[in-house]
């Protein structure tokens, strides 16, 4: 049973716009999320993070909304860059004894077109 | 200083034969994680080291997986008696093991195929 869930394989945005990443969530104890991006032939690089106890984290042309109710949480790009295309992989934590096990979802390739 | 480093980059195996993979993690990390990426899936937690408490294996698949980390810095990641099920990309982690939140960093892994 998948406990993060990225059910966009894809998504192709144009330079400038915006793109929207989604994840969503099974596990309730979850209360740390992350989300990591990926190049071809490169290990996933850490992008940017929130705790459950916030609703928004930004960081230049990242910003992070958890909605905890829903369980989901999303990646806003603006503007997007065609350097940001690559694989984005949403990550999850629970705090406590396992802390550092990461659950990943399985990817949304970005395509930012010029 | 220098990323974690992975070896071999590739590697190509029969099945039923024995590999092992090596992970260089970033200096003055004491946290180590290995992790997989099978085809069209997200990353699966596979095995954890923390200094010198015993490593969580409780992602390890089976008994053919084992993992060893010599000295507090390289790990070896061993499958032994290789099935195809086994080609996958292995991913290695490192972190600083720091209270609160704690970013691992990639390797950039080993892609394993298993003929």
């Known amino acids: 049973d998948q406990q993060v869930k990225q059910n966009s394989p894809s998504l192709s945005v144009q330079e400038g716009r915006i793109s929207i990443l989604n994840c969503d969530y099974t596990?309730?104890?979850?209360?740390?999320f992350l989300w990591y991006k990926k190049y071809p032939a490169e290990g996933p690089t850490f992008l940017i993070s929130?705790?459950?106890?916030?609703d928004k984290n930004e960081d230049g042309r990242f910003t992070v909304f958890l909605n905890k109710s829903a369980k989901h949480l999303s990646l806003h790009i603006v503007p997007s860059q065609p350097g940001d295309s690559a694989v984005y992989f949403c990550?999850?934590?629970?705090?406590?004894?396992?802390?550092?096990?990461?659950?990943f979802g399985k990817g949304t390739l970005l395509t930012v077109n010029p | 200083g220098a990323g974690v480093s992975q070896s071999p980059s590739n590697k190509v195996t029969e099945k039923g034969k024995d590999v092992e993979l090596r992970c260089d993690p970033i200096?003055?990390?004491?946290?180590l994680y290995w992790y997989r990426q099978s085809l069209g899936q997200g990353l699966e937690f596979l095995i954890y080291?923390?200094?010198?408490?015993?490593?969580?294996k409780s992602g390890l698949p089976s008994d053919r997986f084992s993992a060893e980390r010599t000295g507090g810095s390289v790990s070896t990641l061993t499958i032994q008696r290789t099935q195809q099920e086994d080609s996958a990309v292995y991913l290695c982690?490192?972190?600083?093991?720091?209270?609160?939140?704690?970013?691992?960093?990639f390797g950039p892994g080993t892609r394993l195929t298993v003929l």
């Open positions: 982690a490192s972190s600083l093991a720091l209270a609160g939140t704690d970013t691992q960093y």
């Open positions: 596990n309730s104890m979850f209360d740390y």
């Open positions: 929130i705790s459950s106890i916030k």
């Open positions: 990550a999850a934590s629970a705090r406590g004894g396992s802390n550092y096990k990461l659950t």
């Open positions: 200096s003055g990390h004491t946290a």
């Open positions: 080291f923390q200094g010198n408490s015993a490593p969580d």
